[in-house]
């Protein structure tokens, strides 16, 4: 964090300018710190921990190593909603859009990620209960139709808003303040505090999903439960950020190759990683082609991705 | 011991990539340190930053092309233009803290221009911002190039002259005026997209006596039978030359273009970029190129 404090394009002095903030003088530097950077390192490690923590509780849910929010259709909606906003929006309510777009296309991406988690739990519902296999089915479809919608949006898009649009998919915590890291912690704080108190619980669910019924614990309320606190969490952390995708993949599996599956350790070491992760990656984003932005979610991926690669081979060996 | 040592080799390992990231992050802040202090040196004048192609192309026409610090992509294609500007990259995802950082005076926006957010942070951080409204039809060019030279403290009489004269200018319009297919490529050579009967491009049409050749709405791509279908009197590109579309002799060899009459025999124009896409100081050119092609006798 300190490290995410003290870089970027302009070569200031953290320690410095809190001390003269405290001493009562504002300038450009104070502003820098206090409006630009604090917020946006706070809001990329709260996202990053975020993904990270839900990412480990659905992939103990589905007892699968592949499950990530994307899954339920958060991302996919998400795009959805945000692309259905920018070109419909711009066409529609003109100039108007360009006033309110700071929020009106969180709202739209948040909306669209809801629906779509709405959808694939209905498709996934038989008489009360849910069935992992049919959530997975019905989170790939869902998505499936969720790129077409995009993929429609831009072919009848204009070049800006179909650059909008591709830059939206990457991710980027640009678009950061202290209101939107407000909503964000709104929905996200109050999820995270839950998910790290359940950890006997879902190491429960590990056990599958008979074993843990045995063992006392109400499986399909547990399960609705989680699914609809991610579903509002991370929808509201996509509709700021845009998709911020492989955290909630990679990090739970990192800490799993560390220190073992129990969820005691590897829900707060998950956390911790994946606001590593992101607020890594948000400052090599700021930092390595200044004054210009390198959308965080490629950069997540071109540093990620091979390390992680790396991991299973030598797991393999 | 030897699942432990293994896992200790991780950390060592997912350490080791942490370190070298830190490093790489501090030496590209380092890199544009030092880049910053090269252009601070010499002068104390105005430093000027814009984003959006027709207010870098009125401020480049007002003269003030030297005070310029840094610009958008968009507007790294224009005329006269410095291309050894910082580049601040697309312009609806720019960076509050990289322009911070160039110590501008002023920052001249599109309205288009964005986030938001990072628009409100350079106000915030006491930087004169002024945001244009981006110049859609005729009738707003004259704002957005008095906007700017007010900006600059220049009278933009001259500049306002030639705009309105060329505007105004009026044109006979033929009882079958002949239509025009404005056409550009994104991304690669063959993905060509044509603007509808809503863009900019269509209006100069008009101004100079012909019509838009299609009769959709948006910029939408078209494919080979929907480009042969509208048989244009006139084919109008982007002056650009990184599509590999500026030269009349690729564009004959052009799998989709190339099927067009107007193509075959010639009848091709180049058109200023920023022109087809917003009105301003480089309107009255093109009107000229697009006038004198309506008053060339059919072939």
């Given at each position: 964090m300190l490290w995410g404090l003290s870089s970027g394009a302009v070569t200031l002095n953290p320690w410095e300018t809190a001390v003269n903030w405290l001493s009562g003088e504002s300038g450009m530097h104070t502003h820098i710190l206090w409006q630009i950077r604090l917020p946006r390192i706070l809001l990329a490690g709260m996202v990053g921990a975020l993904l990270a923590l839900t990412g480990s509780a659905l992939q103990a849910l589905f007892?699968?190593?592949?499950?990530?929010?994307?899954?339920?259709g958060i991302s996919g909606g998400g795009s959805m909603g945000a692309a259905l906003s920018i070109v419909l929006g711009t066409t529609w309510l003109g100039a108007t859009w360009l006033e309110w777009e700071i929020w009106l296309m969180p709202a739209a991406a948040f909306a669209g990620s809801l629906m779509c988690t709405l959808l694939i739990f209905g498709m996934a519902r038989n008489q009360g209960n849910i069935g992992v296999q049919h959530l997975l089915l019905a989170g790939v479809a869902t998505n499936a139709l969720a790129g077409a919608v995009v993929g429609l949006m831009l072919v009848i898009a204009n070049d800006t808003q179909a650059r909008s649009l591709t830059f939206w998919t990457l991710g980027?915590?640009?678009?950061?303040?202290w209101e939107a890291l407000g909503m964000i912690a709104l929905f996200g704080l109050p999820v995270m505090c839950f998910l790290l108190g359940q950890p006997r619980r879902l190491d429960l669910l590990l056990l599958g999903e008979t074993e843990a019924t045995h063992l006392g614990l109400r499986v399909e309320r547990f399960k609705k439960t989680l699914i609809t606190l991610t579903a509002l969490s991370v929808g509201a952390a996509v509709a700021f950020t845009g998709i911020i995708g492989f955290i909630g993949l990679v990090a739970p599996h990192v800490v799993r190759l560390c220190c073992?599956?129990?969820?005691?350790?590897?829900l707060p070491l998950s956390a911790l990683l994946g606001a590593i992760l992101a607020i890594v990656a948000d400052t090599l984003a700021r930092t390595l082609a200044a004054p210009v932005e390198i959308p965080v979610g490629l950069l997540l991926a071109l540093i990620g991705v091979p390390f992680f690669l790396y991991l299973i081979r030598r797991s393999q060996k | 011991m030897k699942t432990l040592t293994w896992r200790l080799r991780h950390l060592h390992a997912f350490g080791l990539v942490l370190c070298i990231l830190l490093w790489l992050g501090g030496c590209s802040g380092q890199e544009g340190a030092s880049k910053k202090s090269a252009a601070d040196n010499g002068k104390g004048g105005p430093r000027i930053i814009t984003a959006g192609p027709v207010v870098t192309s009125i401020v480049l026409h007002l003269g003030q092309?030297?005070?310029?610090v840094a610009t958008d992509l968009?507007?790294?294609?224009?005329?006269?233009?410095?291309?050894t500007l910082t580049d601040l990259g697309y312009y609806r995802v720019l960076q509050a803290e990289g322009i911070l950082a160039l110590k501008p005076t002023l920052v001249l926006v599109s309205?288009?221009?964005?986030?938001k957010s990072a628009i409100e942070q350079i106000q915030q951080a006491g930087v004169r911002v002024v945001v244009v409204p981006d110049p859609?039809?005729?009738?707003k060019g004259p704002e957005a190039i008095r906007l700017v030279a007010q900006a600059l403290a220049l009278p933009a009489d001259s500049l306002l002259k030639v705009y309105e004269e060329a505007v105004q200018?009026?044109?006979?319009?033929?009882?079958s005026s002949p239509s025009i297919l404005f056409c550009y490529a994104r991304g690669?050579?063959?993905r060509l997209f044509v603007l509808g009967t809503d863009s900019p491009a269509t209006q100069l049409a008009e101004l100079s006596g012909m019509r838009n050749a299609v009769t959709f709405e948006g910029t939408k791509p078209m494919g080979t039978e929907g480009l042969f279908a509208t048989q244009p009197h006139w084919v109008v590109l982007p002056k650009d030359k990184t599509l590999g579309l500026a030269d009349v002799e690729q564009l004959k060899k052009?799998?989709?273009?190339?099927?067009l009459d107007a193509v075959k025999t010639g009848r091709i124009l180049f058109l200023p970029t920023v022109a087809l896409f917003g009105f301003g100081p480089e309107t009255p050119a093109a009107l000229g190129i697009l006038r004198n092609a309506g008053n060339a006798p059919a072939k």
């Amino acid at each position: 964090m300190l490290w995410g404090l003290s870089s970027g394009a302009v070569t200031l002095n953290p320690w410095e300018t809190a001390v003269n903030w405290l001493s009562g003088e504002s300038g450009m530097h104070t502003h820098i710190l206090w409006q630009i950077r604090l917020p946006r390192i706070l809001l990329a490690g709260m996202v990053g921990a975020l993904l990270a923590l839900t990412g480990s509780a659905l992939q103990a849910l589905f007892r699968n190593p592949l499950a990530e929010p994307s899954l339920l259709g958060i991302s996919g909606g998400g795009s959805m909603g945000a692309a259905l906003s920018i070109v419909l929006g711009t066409t529609w309510l003109g100039a108007t859009w360009l006033e309110w777009e700071i929020w009106l296309m969180p709202a739209a991406a948040f909306a669209g990620s809801l629906m779509c988690t709405l959808l694939i739990f209905g498709m996934a519902r038989n008489q009360g209960n849910i069935g992992v296999q049919h959530l997975l089915l019905a989170g790939v479809a869902t998505n499936a139709l969720a790129g077409a919608v995009v993929g429609l949006m831009l072919v009848i898009a204009n070049d800006t808003q179909a650059r909008s649009l591709t830059f939206w998919t990457l991710g980027s915590f640009g678009s950061s303040s202290w209101e939107a890291l407000g909503m964000i912690a709104l929905f996200g704080l109050p999820v995270m505090c839950f998910l790290l108190g359940q950890p006997r619980r879902l190491d429960l669910l590990l056990l599958g999903e008979t074993e843990a019924t045995h063992l006392g614990l109400r499986v399909e309320r547990f399960k609705k439960t989680l699914i609809t606190l991610t579903a509002l969490s991370v929808g509201a952390a996509v509709a700021f950020t845009g998709i911020i995708g492989f955290i909630g993949l990679v990090a739970p599996h990192v800490v799993r190759l560390c220190c073992g599956p129990g969820h005691k350790q590897l829900l707060p070491l998950s956390a911790l990683l994946g606001a590593i992760l992101a607020i890594v990656a948000d400052t090599l984003a700021r930092t390595l082609a200044a004054p210009v932005e390198i959308p965080v979610g490629l950069l997540l991926a071109l540093i990620g991705v091979p390390f992680f690669l790396y991991l299973i081979r030598r797991s393999q060996k | 011991m030897k699942t432990l040592t293994w896992r200790l080799r991780h950390l060592h390992a997912f350490g080791l990539v942490l370190c070298i990231l830190l490093w790489l992050g501090g030496c590209s802040g380092q890199e544009g340190a030092s880049k910053k202090s090269a252009a601070d040196n010499g002068k104390g004048g105005p430093r000027i930053i814009t984003a959006g192609p027709v207010v870098t192309s009125i401020v480049l026409h007002l003269g003030q092309g030297k005070a310029l610090v840094a610009t958008d992509l968009s507007s790294r294609n224009l005329e006269g233009i410095d291309t050894t500007l910082t580049d601040l990259g697309y312009y609806r995802v720019l960076q509050a803290e990289g322009i911070l950082a160039l110590k501008p005076t002023l920052v001249l926006v599109s309205s288009e221009a964005g986030p938001k957010s990072a628009i409100e942070q350079i106000q915030q951080a006491g930087v004169r911002v002024v945001v244009v409204p981006d110049p859609k039809t005729a009738d707003k060019g004259p704002e957005a190039i008095r906007l700017v030279a007010q900006a600059l403290a220049l009278p933009a009489d001259s500049l306002l002259k030639v705009y309105e004269e060329a505007v105004q200018a009026s044109v006979k319009q033929p009882a079958s005026s002949p239509s025009i297919l404005f056409c550009y490529a994104r991304g690669s050579a063959d993905r060509l997209f044509v603007l509808g009967t809503d863009s900019p491009a269509t209006q100069l049409a008009e101004l100079s006596g012909m019509r838009n050749a299609v009769t959709f709405e948006g910029t939408k791509p078209m494919g080979t039978e929907g480009l042969f279908a509208t048989q244009p009197h006139w084919v109008v590109l982007p002056k650009d030359k990184t599509l590999g579309l500026a030269d009349v002799e690729q564009l004959k060899k052009h799998p989709q273009l190339g099927q067009l009459d107007a193509v075959k025999t010639g009848r091709i124009l180049f058109l200023p970029t920023v022109a087809l896409f917003g009105f301003g100081p480089e309107t009255p050119a093109a009107l000229g190129i697009l006038r004198n092609a309506g008053n060339a006798p059919a072939k």
